[in-house]
């Protein structure tokens, strides 16, 4: 008898959990795709994440320079748009954390912790593929499209879940030792 | 661990513990199912993306048309472009192509998503999976209605100012540009969750259950 309540409720919830997911989405989109935001905030990073990608292509010898969002050698030069700079990722996995029912404080060191991942990730993919692009230009094409925007994008959904798991296991525990200790003896 | 297994426990079950309905589970073998998914699914994509492609082509011409008139978008899709073509384009004019992969390739993501499962084979999995995938379908059709949109508002000159308003050419534009930047990669996670992932137990359930771990 209790059952078909407590479902209800669980999907209601879940179902909860999706509309403010998205709702966050498209304010994300709102503020990030406004001319201001993407001039004063996304084109900087967007050229911080060339420079930082271009020190570590000099380490392994590839003699990269940067011009703005661009990094350019003698074989191969690439433009790091919006779509390649994390920040996609990032805007998803802020939405789906906020969205999720947690206290604030686990919310923003997990946004914190995810965003740093989420750029060490994207670091890995523009390094190579400009290196895939030098040395095996015929690559770059699907390499860029379909595979490292795909692993970029699950390792962020995977980041997600790695926290909300450590997150439901940590109100399950509070919501049994409450149980517990209300429970008749 | 200890913890999580006392959260899971028959007992708790069974006292009628409402179901949760954030219980996401994340553990190395779910990860690992999940690039195993991955792999498999991109091996998929890349071998079925032509006469998918052919599929979108011919559900967004229908609907593109529907709204036309006169009805003069034709689509045709070769591997990885989906070449738009209007029979009131000037024949010397160049036609337009559009890249495929990028509107459909979060297909991958669905097939690792649902990878996750801890029985990602068994029918019911696929089932929901099936689901998912029919409705990633639509999302592909619509987005690729907004491209076509998109293009003929903002970028045939001045034959889009004059077919098409300010608030029109925002709309198609927008919505376009929303599907690239965060649309397509959240698609793919919020129809898992919405359709994927295993139904929380019911307390009814969980106490028939309950003994048999």
Known sequence: ??????????????????????V??????????????????????????????????????????????????????????????????????????????????????????????????????????????????????????????SIVVLCGVLLFLLWASREARARSAAKEVADGSNAPR | MARTRRAETPTARARGAEPDAFAVRLDAGAALRAVAGFALTLGVWFAFSAPYEGTLAAAAQVLVRTFESPAVTTLESTPGEIHVERSDFPADSGRPGLPAADTHFNFVLLGALFALAPHPLRPENFKRFWIAAVLLWVVHVVALVFEIESLYATRLGPWSAEHYGAAARNFWAAGFHFYQILGRFAAPFALWWGVGRPAAPTAARAGKGAGKG
């Open chain 1, 1 to 22: 008898m209790k059952a078909i309540p407590e479902a209800k409720s669980s999907n209601r919830r879940s179902a909860l959990f999706l509309a403010r997911f998205v």
């Open chain 1, 24 to 149: 966050l989405l498209v304010a994300f989109y709102l503020i990030v795709a406004s001319h201001p935001v993407n001039d004063a905030v996304i084109v900087p990073f967007t050229a911080a994440v060339a420079r930082v990608s271009a020190v570590v292509l000099n380490v392994f010898g590839e003699k990269v320079q940067v011009h703005g969002t661009e990094l350019r050698s003698e074989r191969f030069a690439v433009e790091i748009e919006n779509g390649c700079n994390g920040v996609e990722t990032a805007l998803l996995f802020g939405a789906a954390v906020l969205a999720f029912p947690a206290p604030w404080r686990r919310r923003l060191l997990g946004l914190l912790l995810g965003f740093l991942a989420i750029q060490l990730i994207n670091l890995v993919r523009v390094v190579t593929l400009f290196w895939v692009g030098a040395h095996r230009p015929a690559l770059f094409g699907p390499s860029h499209t379909v595979l490292w925007q």
